[in-house]
């Protein structure tokens, strides 16, 4: 069974500061990993989504790597904003046309 | 282009009544899949819907049904329910629900008094 972690599950950090957040996996047959952004109350808003056979993949000031064989993903946060902070997830498609998601990383920016 | 809708945004219900949530997907996504999103247990996947066919089912009890129409429209229904049914329910849509990307409503948010 897919398993999926975030650490760290909150984060503050000043304005301006650049930012990694952490997602790991269990099981390396994924298919494609979808990474989130979650403001209180709402939904899901797709930030960004690496295919299997990809590395990494960049919009913006966001950039996200994939390592399948490790069972690790990382976002990548440049030059932080207030209006970044919500929590962000992530979710590894595996086949089953379902995703599994992690708890998320809860990232508060302090102006 | 319009997002996800969904509908209604909140509703209240006591217990042992039944819901029904509709979901409209973006415009050409023949792909539907719901999750309940709770704060004990996170997001959890549902039912995913393709061409008015169940492709695929959580681990959720009998209760919790859907069904899509031939328009892509969506509806989940939750008879009998109960307190810990509360929850966020959120609706998402892909062309075919394969590898693609995934786009999520704002949620239909149920409370179960």
């Known amino acids: 069974k897919q398993e999926v972690t975030q650490i760290p599950a909150a984060l503050s950090v000043p304005e301006g500061e650049n930012l990694v957040l952490n997602c790991s996996f269990t099981d390396s047959a994924i298919y494609n990993l979808q990474w989130f952004r979650q403001d209180p109350g709402k939904g899901l808003t797709s930030l960004l989504l690496?295919?299997?056979?990809?590395r990494e993949q960049t919009s913006g000031r966001l950039n996200a790597s994939l390592d399948k064989s490790s069972g690790r993903s990382t976002l990548y946060i440049a030059a932080s904003q207030p209006g970044d902070s919500a929590t962000y997830l992530c979710a590894v498609g595996a086949g089953r046309r379902a995703l599994t998601f992690g708890s998320g990383t809860r990232l508060q920016v302090q102006p | 282009k319009a997002g996800v809708t969904q509908t209604p945004r909140y509703l209240i219900k006591t217990r042992g009544q039944q819901v029904t949530l509709s979901c409209s997907p973006i415009s050409g996504h023949r792909s539907v899949s719901w999750y309940q999103q709770t704060p004990g247990q996170g997001l959890q996947f549902l039912f995913e819907y393709f061409s008015e066919t169940q492709r695929n089912k959580g681990n959720f009890p009998g209760r919790f049904s859907g069904r899509q129409f031939s328009n892509s429209r969506s509806e989940m229904n939750v008879s009998t329910l109960e307190l810990g049914d509360s929850a966020l329910y959120l609706c998402a849509s892909s062309v075919t629900g394969d590898t693609g990307e995934l786009f999520f409503g704002e949620g239909s948010r149920l409370t179960v008094l």
């Open positions: 690496i295919q299997s056979s990809q």
